[in-house]
């Protein structure tokens, strides 16, 4: 089993040769350790650093600021590479993926210079509060205030679902410094919050049914004090920030999403050949080959397309309704192989000790987050 033997146009030497790297790396620090970082309900803060140590954390940052300047091709790399080896949710991706795009594209120099070179080493985590209790995928309705006293902001409210919620360091929390403008979204301004501010507080680790090892979690900001500085970019710009970030973080759930399905289809097509029924192989049975003919085909389509939505964005050519698209597919692509897979597995299938029912329980979430896949019928739908 192994992700060598596809044929991908999106990457060169240079990309595969970065895939060697973090393969060994992920099957060194990360797979052994999965039963018990899921028992732990968390990943440990001491990977952060090996996993900067190699250049897998932020490729995409510039030199200047203590990253490698690369494409997006290698960040997709890690992410296809944890997917399919690794088999945990690191927070990862969410640091390289998504934060430090926001931070390199909107922050200020000082910013950029203290925050960037810490997270490219690993040495802060970071994470993204948008989602709050009650409003989901409606960022518009989002109630969480920054008001202006002095020279600095006063953040209160509450956030919720927030990947690495336990662990970081600085937390980029999307608020209200406008509650009376309209429309509501030119009122809404990402602020840089450092976890160790007065008045922040970490709520319980929640409990998921799937991505055990995930630390998602409920913040609280209780008259938290932080400077005007700390506003990343230009204030009431904040939705408009987000919006544009938005393709290439759909982007990356569907790297994701493709390399677990893959992953889930190998396993599925060792267990087959190995497990009997009725004196026979479970392959042989014409029912298998034909949903597992049918998966390969469609796994087929999908690495075909994500190479080409890859290639957009490494042009910068990858439209809004373009990413919305490829998240769209590829997770509902993800969910059908998970769940035949798992029907071949039979009894098996509902262990949790076999891979393929933690990666069902794991692949549930990938069609809410990022923007539930209705949300993403509606904006393709938009441009019609």
């Given at each position: 089993m192994s992700?060598?033997n596809?044929?991908?146009t999106a990457y060169?030497?240079?990309?595969?040769?970065?895939?060697?790297?973090?393969?060994?790396f992920l099957?060194?620090?990360v797979?052994?350790n999965?039963a018990?970082w899921a028992?732990?309900?968390?990943?440990?803060?001491?990977?952060?650093p090996k996993a900067?140590?190699?250049?897998?954390?932020?490729?995409?940052?510039?030199?200047?600021?203590g990253?490698?300047?690369?494409?997006?091709?290698?960040?997709?790399?890690?992410?296809?590479?944890?997917?399919?080896?690794?088999?945990?949710?690191?927070g990862f991706?969410?640091?390289?993926d998504?934060?430090?795009?926001?931070?390199v594209?909107?922050?200020s120099?000082?910013?950029k210079?203290?925050?960037?070179?810490?997270?490219?080493?690993?040495?802060?985590?970071?994470?993204i509060?948008?989602?709050?209790?009650?409003?989901?995928?409606?960022l518009?309705?989002?109630?969480t205030?920054?008001?202006?006293?002095?020279?600095?902001?006063?953040?209160?409210?509450?956030?919720?679902?927030?990947?690495?919620?336990?662990?970081?360091d600085?937390?980029?929390?999307?608020?209200?410094?406008?509650?009376?403008?309209?429309?509501?979204?030119?009122?809404?301004?990402?602020?840089?919050?450092?976890?160790?501010?007065?008045?922040?507080?970490?709520?319980?680790?929640l409990?998921?049914?799937?991505?055990?090892?995930?630390?998602?979690s409920?913040?609280f900001?209780?008259d938290?004090?932080?400077?005007?500085?700390?506003?990343?970019?230009?204030?009431g710009?904040?939705?408009?920030y987000?919006?544009?970030?938005?393709?290439?973080?759909?982007?990356?759930?569907a790297?994701?999403?493709?390399?677990s399905a893959?992953?889930?289809?190998?396993?599925?097509?060792e267990?087959?050949?190995?497990?009997?029924?009725?004196?026979?192989?479970?392959?042989d049975?014409?029912?298998?080959?034909?949903v597992?003919?049918?998966?390969?085909?469609?796994?087929?389509?999908?690495?075909?397309?994500?190479?080409?939505?890859?290639?957009?964005h490494?042009k910068?050519?990858?439209?809004?309704?373009?990413?919305a698209?490829a998240?769209?597919?590829?997770?509902?692509?993800?969910?059908e192989v998970?769940?035949?897979?798992?029907?071949?597995?039979?009894?098996?299938?509902?262990?949790?000790?076999?891979?393929?029912?933690r990666a069902?329980?794991?692949?549930?979430?990938?069609?809410?987050?990022g923007?539930?896949?209705?949300?993403?019928?509606?904006l393709?739908?938009?441009?019609?």
């Open positions: 992700l060598d596809l044929s991908r060169n030497e240079d990309h595969e040769a970065f895939r060697a790297t973090v393969r060994q099957e060194k620090e797979a052994p999965q018990q028992e732990d309900k968390i990943v440990p803060k001491a990977l952060w900067g140590e190699i250049g897998m954390l932020c490729p995409t940052v510039p030199e200047e600021y990253g490698l300047g690369l494409d997006f091709g290698y960040n997709a790399i890690v992410d296809e590479e944890s997917a399919y080896y690794g088999r945990v949710t690191t991706s969410l640091q390289s998504i934060v430090a795009n926001y931070i594209r909107y922050g120099e000082e910013q210079k203290h925050w960037l070179p810490r997270m490219v080493a690993g040495e802060v985590v970071t994470a509060a948008m989602t709050e209790p009650g409003t989901g995928s409606d518009q309705g989002m109630r205030t920054a008001k202006k006293d002095g020279n600095h902001y006063v953040i209160n409210g509450s956030k919720t679902y927030i990947t690495n919620g336990q662990n970081a600085l937390i980029l929390v999307c608020a209200k410094t406008d509650t009376e403008v309209q429309p509501a979204w030119k009122g809404v301004s990402i602020v840089l919050v450092e976890a160790d501010r007065e008045g922040f507080e970490r709520g319980r680790n409990d998921k049914i799937g991505q055990d090892e995930a630390d998602t409920e913040l900001f209780n938290v004090r932080v400077p005007i500085t700390n506003c990343l970019g230009e204030e710009q904040g939705f408009i987000l919006m544009s970030e938005l393709p290439q973080e759909r982007l990356s759930i790297v994701s999403a493709q390399a893959q992953r889930a289809f190998d396993d599925t097509v267990y087959t050949r190995d497990r009997k029924a009725f004196g026979k192989p479970i392959l049975f014409q029912n298998s080959r034909f597992l003919a049918d998966l390969k085909a469609k796994l087929q389509v999908g690495w075909a397309h994500l190479d080409w939505a890859l290639a957009r490494m910068k050519e990858l439209t809004p309704e373009e990413g698209a998240k769209l597919w590829h997770t509902d692509l993800q969910w998970m769940d035949k897979c798992l029907q071949l597995f039979g009894g098996a299938g509902y262990m949790n000790e076999y891979p393929i029912a069902w329980r794991a692949a549930r979430v990938t069609r809410i987050f923007g539930t896949n209705e949300i993403m019928k509606e393709i739908g938009r441009k019609l």
